[in-house]
């Protein structure tokens, strides 16, 4: 077989998205391809076949092929398939049983070359005792918004692959009250945080390598006297778990290097917005209340522009709604409206939620 008929990709490469069209047939070498469709999603290794019914049928693919591994396939063109299969028979009765066994074109099915993934994540030691385990993977189909970047580890030289958000591919839905952003189809917050898999330092994408040379020391002592037990390696796609282990090694990290209270507010504020989409409200109360006092220590002990002084009255309103305290949540809001200068558009939300309370307190 002709060595350029096989391809290699590495980890993370989107094969093919629906609406693509398809251009070739797909044979897993080597490595593990996810295919999703919805909510559905496959893990496939060695002899699955991927893009067949649409190639055949001059469509377009239907469901997403992301790269779990690096991974190696056979490239079954229209100019190199007759050579190839009539070379490899055992490669066409595959492809013929695969084609056989789809009942529908346009459903995501598989026959050959599935794998079974264990769902049970690793624990690194930093969450909660009791932390329930969330075993959900984040939708395959985010890796459309990311693009994968080489990262050097600022505490221990460790070169890693990082995800960054493709921001010019987000459509905004809508900002809400406590000024969280909700995108169509990918959410921000999990990917927020970088974890180097050697030293386990996890800091927030933006901020990774802008740390003074007194944190890198300190973090750095720290590791070589504490090294982890156990390296830390997103999967791909990563589940819900490694997410929010992800935002705990942070923590740990924010504690050796010093961060600042705003990056201390912002951690546990996300983390709020999390646990609530995932119903967690114990656990979203929690975060609510270590954010609201990291949020009111800023506000006292840093200064800003008007404009950010309205956002943190917002944020504070909005967290003492969550955790029942309407006086204090009044208060920020009413801090907000009557703030000189500042953002036009943080008045009118302020002044929205005030009348919000009074409604609801009437009815």
């Given at each position: 077989?002709?060595?350029?008929?096989?391809?290699?990709?590495?980890?993370?490469?989107?094969?093919?998205?629906?609406?693509?069209?398809?251009?070739?047939?797909?044979?897993?070498?080597?490595?593990?391809?996810?295919?999703?469709?919805?909510?559905?999603?496959?893990?496939?290794?060695?002899?699955?076949?991927?893009?067949?019914?649409?190639?055949?049928?001059?469509?377009?693919?239907?469901?997403?092929?992301?790269?779990?591994?690096?991974?190696?396939?056979?490239?079954?063109?229209?100019?190199?398939?007759?050579?190839?299969?009539?070379?490899?028979?055992?490669?066409?009765?595959?492809?013929?049983?695969?084609?056989?066994?789809?009942?529908?074109?346009?459903?995501?099915?598989?026959?050959?070359?599935?794998?079974?993934?264990?769902?049970?994540?690793?624990?690194?030691?930093?969450?909660?005792?009791?932390?329930?385990?969330?075993?959900?993977?984040?939708?395959?189909?985010?890796?459309?918004?990311?693009?994968?970047?080489?990262?050097?580890?600022?505490?221990?030289?460790?070169?890693?692959?990082?995800?960054?958000?493709?921001?010019?591919?987000?459509?905004?839905?809508?900002?809400?009250?406590?000024?969280?952003?909700?995108?169509?189809?990918?959410?921000?917050?999990?990917?927020?945080?970088?974890?180097?898999?050697?030293?386990?330092?996890?800091?927030?994408?933006?901020?990774?390598?802008?740390?003074?040379?007194?944190?890198?020391?300190?973090?750095?002592?720290?590791?070589?006297?504490?090294?982890?037990a156990e390296p830390f390696v997103f999967d791909v796609p990563r589940t819900i778990h490694q997410v929010i282990t992800s935002y705990y090694l942070a923590m740990a990290s924010f504690e050796r290097v010093g961060a600042s209270l705003e990056q201390w507010a912002n951690l546990y504020l996300r983390l709020v917005w999390i646990y609530e989409d995932l119903g967690?409200?114990?656990?979203?109360?929690?975060?609510?209340?270590?954010?609201?006092?990291?949020?009111?220590?800023?506000?006292?002990?840093?200064?800003?522009?008007?404009?950010?002084?309205?956002?943190?009255?917002?944020?504070?309103?909005?967290?003492?709604?969550?955790?029942?305290?309407?006086?204090?949540?009044?208060?920020?809001?009413?801090?907000?409206?009557?703030?000189?200068?500042?953002?036009?558009?943080?008045?009118?939300?302020?002044?929205?939620?005030?009348?919000?309370?009074?409604?609801?307190?009437?009815?």
């Amino acid at each position: 077989m002709a060595v350029n008929h096989v391809l290699s990709y590495p980890r993370g490469t989107i094969l093919f998205a629906p609406g693509d069209a398809a251009s070739s047939v797909l044979v897993v070498l080597e490595g593990t391809v996810v295919a999703s469709q919805g909510d559905r999603q496959e893990n496939l290794g060695p002899g699955a076949i991927l893009g067949d019914v649409a190639f055949l049928t001059e469509s377009t693919h239907t469901y997403h092929a992301i790269c779990a591994t690096d991974v190696t396939v056979l490239n079954i063109t229209r100019q190199n398939g007759g050579k190839v299969l009539a070379s490899r028979p055992r490669i066409a009765l595959s492809l013929l049983t695969e084609l056989a066994l789809k009942v529908k074109s346009d459903e995501m099915v598989f026959f050959q070359g599935r794998e079974q993934r264990s769902e049970a994540p690793k624990d690194v030691g930093v969450l909660p005792e009791g932390h329930p385990v969330f075993a959900e993977r984040v939708p395959a189909e985010y890796n459309e918004f990311l693009f994968s970047t080489e990262v050097d580890c600022p505490i221990c030289a460790t070169r890693f692959t990082g995800l960054r958000t493709r921001v010019s591919r987000l459509q905004l839905e809508e900002q809400r009250t406590d000024l969280r952003n909700i995108y169509r189809r990918f959410e921000p917050n999990f990917f927020y945080i970088w974890v180097c898999p050697n030293c386990l330092f996890a800091y927030p994408e933006r901020q990774y390598g802008r740390l003074s040379q007194k944190a890198v020391a300190k973090a750095k002592q720290a590791w070589q006297e504490n090294p982890p037990a156990e390296p830390f390696v997103f999967d791909v796609p990563r589940t819900i778990h490694q997410v929010i282990t992800s935002y705990y090694l942070a923590m740990a990290s924010f504690e050796r290097v010093g961060a600042s209270l705003e990056q201390w507010a912002n951690l546990y504020l996300r983390l709020v917005w999390i646990y609530e989409d995932l119903g967690q409200e114990e656990l979203a109360r929690s975060a609510a209340e270590k954010a609201r006092e990291y949020f009111a220590a800023a506000m006292s002990t840093t200064s800003r522009s008007p404009s950010g002084d309205q956002a943190l009255y917002l944020i504070l309103g909005e967290l003492a709604l969550r955790l029942g305290d309407t006086a204090e949540a009044f208060k920020n809001f009413r801090a907000a409206t009557t703030m000189v200068g500042g953002d036009p558009r943080y008045k009118r939300v302020a002044a929205d939620r005030i009348q919000d309370m009074r409604e609801q307190r009437d009815d």
